[in-house]
């Protein structure tokens, strides 16, 4: 995946060069060099360019003061805010220039005004921006004359793959499941975590069915075999980054969601913090600590509350925040106990274009209230964006030795195992000999064991082992590399060796009894590596030689980690329970024993068999269709042992498989298969293992029945709309078969008339008549299958809610002659381009057509052969509203600044200057408007001039365009808002027909136009 190249990008102390992977595929690789992050400007007014992911500047604990964040990556819903040092004047020409690796992306003109001095640019879509994709970003920033410029980088990081499963729970002899919440349980996911929108893929699995007593969720052995099982659905791939179990309500103690690290985290559905959740639990497998009383905290990465105590979420010891700068929620007022988010860090919620006021870091307990009270606070941030993208940059979070003045060595980066910092670590091989890991230490060494001797030169630096003394892992080098890389956070699926996977559970006497164990194929970084626990797992030959060891501990997987709901107060998680355990040794051939030892004590013993059972299923046939409910025989030959445990799969191809149970035992299994996607080629592996040898059968292969798409928009039934308001209904649709459907062409039904095929669906009530209106969206998945949904809404009769002093009857008049526009962001000011698509929406759509149209063709200098060339339009920079704007300088009606034009008989060719995102003033609008009449009057084509004011003033006066209210009155130099511009549009739509075609003004009143709707 990612170019791998050791000794030229860990080398170096600097940042590591990025390859960017899968931006152009075309080009099979770019090197991006980050930039400097800087801010310049020829104006002391313009405080700050503001690039917001989340957040736009950070809270320094050491300090007590706020930075400029500047780590961010691509192809995220991403703001820009610009900061200004007095109230923003209204007139002000501004737009925003975004340039990537020094070429332009977007020009944006349309922009918020937030509590009067700070301006927001939010594209409307991320293609405006061409995604965001990786690279240093320039933005320049342009009020009149002053400008200032950003810079700073976007970097490439690793995609999510977030398996989520409701779960059937056992709740003291009580049975539940999870309604369809937890369906769209991704929502902060995506928003908080430093991944890509397009890169956190969702994945809807089946039901797990835990009722069984032995999954009590209300029991510490209960929830910790829940975990377990979640673990259990990683895929032979481990293509999950991480497996979200959703239970349908809190656990007794009142836990909202645990974890026991790892892969797995389980999540309350009920109440209104499970999306707070999903984020919490899954922060604490990148070993984010609590920020609750008693919880698991993590004074290092993100310092809870100064004072707070809890234990350490590392060794499991008592600890408590030392950063007297943090503070908790509760201590200002806020019901959860998390460290504050200022608001001077502006916490900006980019998918949901919402501006957030004063939050509490998501590791807060819940407080069954609202997920949106708590935010991420910049070191969680910083942690996982180093998590996700490999990136080292960033000083903010204090822990970086690099920080130190010391000299940054070759093997410098982050521990996969513990996410701590990894600085010049002890490295290792493993002896050849007699299989224990031998410290390199100089030119040649010898095995401490063994006594064997090696040589620096031999060592092969794919078995090369970095030992952090911070967690106790051995670290396997190419894993680490590409870690640090912002390549994977999984361990690499590549079956290079046969491993042996040993399961089982400690009692509290220290007594250990075995689960069932399997063997497979798997990367050399799967087995376990620490370099010393208490305990160890030997593999040994027939002779009694040492093929493998692996040392472990019994304690550090068997912290919970939770989170607790508000009510409830803190729970107890402490009984004495079993540990389970989980390592995996290297099983060569002639393994012959596996030994367990408690330091130097055996405590275990299993005679490894040298035969793997054959199985082979039985009863299916190729191409058989399949029921949901289909009972799958086996038969086993060759046996060398009589237990046998089985584990069976599902699979739709070699990438798409899912666990459909494990464990098993006896010959067959009744398999519910309604949870999982359909297919005409599928098949069911299963494998069957003996404690120490697996062996595969594979099914011929059948076909499941198809599941329908899911559609998961809601919008409340009976749901009122005003006039003003826009409706628009996104697709949120899970198909188990094809995914996420979101830019799907879904077929859209109004009372049950045909509408449109878009990826979302947009009305304006006034187009619609008063009353119950039905919304039909229907889609269909790649295998043929449909679904709709009805979206009931109702329109309320026809009362303009329009600031007071508006033209009502002028501007209901225009909407109902078939001028269609958004009726918001009124305020702001209108460019040359929306003005001339405003002008002519209503050309377009009405009767303006016609009568333009009647005017005879050979009377036009520059005929509609005219084409035309913005020489200010970048080819990277199509807007597709250039149509109206050509066609409104086709017409004369608009000027094109220093234009050249050559004739070529049959047309003309036109260059010049349009300034698209140049203001519309009072003059020019109304020289326009004036032009458009006359031409009307006259029959006529025109060449665009400048005219004298007095030329057109009066009679724009006297037709009623202009009048000497305040609202509407004659500023030239003013520049034009939409909402001016509506207004002004309408009187001109009014004038034209009455006075041009003549109607009578009875026929133009409202009650009249929609009488007939
Ligand atoms: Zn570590
Ligand atoms: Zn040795
Ligand atoms: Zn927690």
């Known amino acids: 995946m990612l170019q791998k190249d050791p000794d030229s990008d860990m080398d170096s102390g600097d940042d590591p060069p990025v390859v960017v992977n899968g931006d152009d595929p075309g080009d099979g690789g770019v090197v991006f060099e980050p930039g400097e992050d800087s801010f310049t400007t020829n104006d002391p007014k313009i405080k700050m360019i503001e690039v917001n992911q989340g957040l736009s500047y950070g809270y320094n604990t050491n300090t007590g003061n706020f930075y400029l964040l500047s780590n961010f990556v691509a192809g995220k819903e991403t703001a820009i805010f610009i900061d200004l040092d007095e109230p923003f004047d209204p007139r002000a020409d501004v737009k925003l220039a975004i340039e990537k690796n020094e070429e332009p992306v977007a020009m944006l003109t349309s922009y918020d005004v937030i509590d009067d001095n700070t301006l927001l640019f939010h594209p409307r879509d991320i293609l405006e921006v061409d995604n965001w994709g990786q690279g240093a970003y320039t933005f320049t920033f342009m009020m009149d004359d002053s400008v200032a410029v950003r810079t700073t980088n976007f970097h490439k990081s690793t995609p999510m793959k977030v398996l989520a499963v409701p779960i059937k729970g056992h709740y003291t002899n009580d049975v539940r499941s999870c309604g369809d919440d937890w369906k769209l349980g991704s929502t902060m996911l995506s928003a908080l975590f430093p991944v890509a929108r397009a890169d956190v893929e969702y994945v809807l699995g089946p039901e797990q069915d835990f009722s069984d007593r032995e999954y009590d969720l209300n029991t510490k052995p209960g929830r910790k075999k829940v975990w377990q099982e979640l673990c259990a659905l990683q895929t032979p791939n481990n293509d999950y980054t991480m497996i979200v179990g959703f239970m349908p309500t809190p656990t007794i103690e009142g836990y909202l969601g645990y974890t026991y690290g790892g892969e797995a985290t389980v999540v309350c559905e009920s109440g209104d913090d499970m999306l707070s959740t999903v984020v919490h639990e899954i922060a604490h497998c990148y070993k984010i600590g609590d920020e609750y009383k008693n919880g698991s905290i993590n004074d290092i990465l993100n310092p809870p509350p100064y004072g707070m105590k809890g234990k350490d979420i590392v060794t499991g010891e008592p600890s408590e925040g030392t950063k007297e700068h943090v503070i908790g929620g509760d201590s200002v007022g806020l019901k959860s106990s998390g460290s504050v988010i200022y608001p001077a860090q502006r916490a900006y919620w980019p998918e949901g274009r919402q501006v957030l006021g004063t939050k509490t870091s998501y590791m807060s307990s819940g407080t069954g209230e609202d997920s949106f009270m708590f935010w991420t606070t910049s070191d969680i941030w910083n942690h996982l964006f180093k998590v ?16 130190d003045g010391s000299e940054p060595g070759k093997y410098r980066g982050r521990c996969f195992e513990c996410f701590g ?41 794919n078995d090369l082992w970095l030992y952090h003394s911070a967690c106790g892992y051995l670290l396997n080098y190419p894993k680490f590399v590409e870690h640090n890389q912002g390549g994977s956070n999984r361990t690499s699926g590549d079956g290079e060796i046969t491993v042996l996977e040993i399961r089982g559970n400690f009692s509290p006497t220290g007594a250990f009894s075995a689960e069932p164990w399997y063997s497979y194929k798997a990367g050399i970084a799967t087995v376990t590596a620490t370099r010393d626990g208490e305990y160890s797992a030997s593999v040994f030959d027939g002779n009694g030689a040492r093929l493998s060891i692996v040392f472990f501990n019994a304690n550090d997987d068997s912290q919970i980690n939770t989170r607790e709901g508000y009510k409830w107060g803190a729970g107890e998680d402490d009984e004495d329970t079993d540990i389970p355990i989980k390592v995996i040794v290297r099983y060569p051939e002639n393994a012959a024993k596996v030994v367990i030892h408690r330091g130097e004590e055996e405590i275990y013993v299993r005679n490894l068999t040298t035969k793997a059972p054959q199985v082979a299923f039985t009863g299916l046939t190729e191409g058989q269709k399949l029921d949901n409910h289909t009972t799958l025989t086996w ?79 809601y919008l409340p039934d009976g749901t009122q709309y005003k006039l003003t ?29 045909y509408d449109s095929d878009y990826a979302f669906f947009t009305v304006w009530p006034y187009t619609m008549a008063p009353g119950i209106h039905t919304i039909t969206m229907e889609v269909t998945n790649s295998a043929g299958v449909s679904s709709t949904k009805d979206f009931v809404i109702e329109v309320l009769e026809y009362d303009l809610d329009l600031p007071d002093p508006w033209p009502k009857r002028e501007i209901t008049v225009a909407l109902g002659r078939g001028y269609y526009q958004p009726l918001d962001k009124l305020n702001s000011p ?127 006066k006297e037709w009623g365009l202009l009048d000497e209210t305040g609202l509407n009155s004659y500023n030239p130099g003013e520049r034009m808002s939409k909402g001016l511009t509506m207004v002004r549009i309408a009187r001109f739509i009014i004038y034209v027909h009455e006075t041009i075609y003549g109607l009578d003004p009875d026929l133009l009143d409202p009650e009249y136009i929609y009488g007939y709707d």
Not at 424 to 437: F, G, V
Not at 730 to 746: F, M, N, P
């Open 830 to 956: 209108i460019t040359r381009i929306e003005f001339a698509k405003m002008m002519f929406s209503f050309y377009l759509e009405g009767e303006m057509l016609s009568w333009l149209e009647d005017i005879p063709f050979d009377a036009d200098p520059y005929n509609m052969e005219m084409f035309i060339e913005f020489s200010d339009l970048s080819n990277d920079i199509i807007d597709p509203d250039c149509a109206y704007a050509m066609r409104m300088i086709q017409l004369g009606l608009m000027e094109l600044k220093n234009a050249t034009y050559e004739d070529y008989g049959d047309f003309i060719m036109a260059y010049g200057d349009f300034d698209p995102h140049g203001l519309v003033t009072e003059r020019e609008a109304m020289q326009i408007m004036y032009m458009a009449i006359e031409l009307g009057r006259t029959q006529t084509y025109t060449t665009y001039e400048v005219l004298d004011e007095s030329e057109f003033l009066p009679y724009i």
């Open 388 to 403: 996700f993208t490999g990136q080292m940059t960033g000083k903010e979070v204090g822990y970086d030795p690099a920080d």
């Open 725 to 753: 308001d826009m409706i628009e209904i996104h697709g949120k649709v899970y198909d188990a078969q094809d995914g996420w459907l979101w830019s799907r062409e879904y077929t859209w039904y109004v009372d049950g008339q």
């Open 421 to 461: 910092e990894v600085f010049d670590p002890d490295r290792y091989i493993e002896c050849t000999k007699c299989a224990k890991m031998v410290k390199i230490s100089g030119d040649t060494f010898n095995c401490s064991d063994c006594g064997s001797s090696f040589n620096e030169r031999d060592v092969d630096e």
């Open 635 to 713: 038969v086993v030959s060759d046996a060398d042992a009589n237990e046998l445990t089985y584990r069976i799969w599902y699979y739709r191809s070699n990438e798409d498989m899912y666990l459909v149970a494990s464990d098993v035992t006896g010959s067959s299994y009744n398999a519910d298969l309604t949870g999982y996607p359909g297919g005409e080629q599928c098949w069911f592996l299963i494998q069957a293992s003996d404690g120490s040898r697996t062996s595969e059968g594979k099914s011929p292969k059948v076909s499941v029945p198809y599941r329908a798409p899911d559609i998961l928009n």
